[in-house]
């Protein structure tokens, strides 16, 4: 069974850092895009940071200068770190996975578990 498992998140301050990591399990040949989604209570889950497998890398403007996006694509893992954590980034974070090919899919999504995040002194 293909999934992927969540690691890191929880209690941060304000202004302090976070990292949270992922990894694919089973038996996974390659991923499309990999990368991260959240979502807050009562919103919409939406695009933190996200990865090709070409390279490329896109972040949203919420987090952008804050945030780092990290993919090791034979460990087929990816991690999230955002610094100068703030009010609005509160939320259960997603790792995402597109395009998964295992010995039984060719064309899967993944989505993790999710693993929350609180800001608070």
């Known amino acids: 069974q293909v999934q992927l498992v969540e690691s890191g998140g929880g209690l941060v301050q304000p202004g302090g850092s976070l990292k949270l990591s992922c990894k694919g399990s089973?038996?996974?040949?390659?991923?499309?895009?990999m990368g991260w989604y959240r979502q807050a209570p009562g919103g919409q889950r939406e695009m933190v940071a996200l990865?090709?497998?070409?390279?490329?890398?896109s972040v949203a403007g919420s987090v952008k200068g804050r945030a780092t996006i990290d993919r090791d694509f034979s460990k087929k893992t990816v991690s999230l770190q955002i610094n100068d954590l703030n009010p609005d980034d509160p939320a259960v974070y997603y790792c995402y996975a597109y395009r998964v090919v295992s010995l039984t899919y060719r064309n899967l999504t993944l989505w993790g578990q999710g693993t929350l995040v609180t800001v608070s002194a």
């Open positions: 990865t090709w497998s070409g390279g490329s890398t």
């Open positions: 089973g038996t996974i040949f390659s991923i499309g895009r």
